[in-house]
């Protein structure tokens, strides 16, 4: 069954600092791997998704994420960060039925002056 | 717009009593899904519906009922409510499960006493 794991739960940033959120997903069939943002006291929104083609995906606010096949890795990536990037971050799989997506338990990103 | 409206935001119950938490969406999605979020669990899926009339289990069902008579419509029912249940439920929409973009409501933050 397709799984995700965040490595870290909390990342600590300095503003413009690069940051890496880390997730690494297990899955015998091919993926469709997604990252979601949940800012304080809200629902979750899209960051980026993958679904096929080039590894290298481009999503909203600067962020980016790199499919990794052999390493089973999709994370998500900043130049430089804001204050108004805190936020919990959420890795996710499509499961192998095709009817809902596996979440990861999150990472929350805290970035400070 | 709209998107994906869910009430109450807030609720306290006490346990054994019953409640229904109301999901609603403007997108003409068939696909519709209610997600319970809890601290260092990540969202799990409790039930999904891939159109009217269709429902099914996901991976936290027990204690939870739903039903889906209209497109727009996807309420999550409490029977008996247990303390296990405090929560932060999630209700969210999409065209496709695990291809498209999954549009999230605000949350409902249950307390059962």
């Known amino acids: 069954a397709q799984s995700v794991t965040q490595l870290d739960s909390q990342v600590p940033v300095f503003e413009e600092a690069p940051v890496e959120l880390r997730c690494n997903y297990s899955?015998?069939?091919?993926?469709?791997l997604f990252w979601y943002v949940q800012y304080p006291n809200q629902g979750l929104q899209l960051l980026l998704k993958?679904?096929?083609?080039?590894?290298l995906v481009k999503g909203i606010n600067g962020f980016e994420a790199e499919f990794n096949k052999s390493q089973t890795s999709f994370h998500l990536r900043k130049p430089s960060v804001h204050i108004s990037d805190t936020a919990e971050y959420f890795c996710?799989?499509?499961?192998?039925?095709?009817?809902?997506?596996?979440f990861g338990k999150g990472t929350t990103l805290s970035v400070s002056s | 717009n709209a998107g994906v409206t869910q009430t109450p935001k807030f609720q306290v119950l006490k346990t054994g009593q019953s409640m229904t938490l109301q999901c609603a969406q403007d997108?003409?999605?068939?696909?519709m899904s209610w997600y319970r979020q809890d601290p260092g669990m990540g969202l799990r899926l409790i039930h999904y519906?891939?159109?009217?009339?269709?429902?099914d289990q996901g991976e936290v069902p027990n204690g939870y009922n739903v039903s889906r008579s209209t497109t727009e419509d996807f309420p999550l029912r409490l029977l008996s409510a247990a303390p296990s249940q405090t929560s932060v439920y999630f209700c969210?929409?999409?065209?496709?499960?695990?291809?498209?973009?999954?549009?999230f409501g605000e949350g409902s933050r249950l307390t059962v006493l």
């Open positions: 969210a929409s999409s065209y496709s499960p695990t291809t498209g973009e999954l549009f």
């Open positions: 899955s015998s069939v091919s993926v469709y």
């Open positions: 993958y679904l096929s083609g080039s590894t």
């Open positions: 996710a799989v499509a499961n192998q039925a095709g009817t809902a997506l596996i």
């Open positions: 997108m003409n999605h068939e696909y």
């Open positions: 519906s891939v159109g009217a009339g269709i429902t």
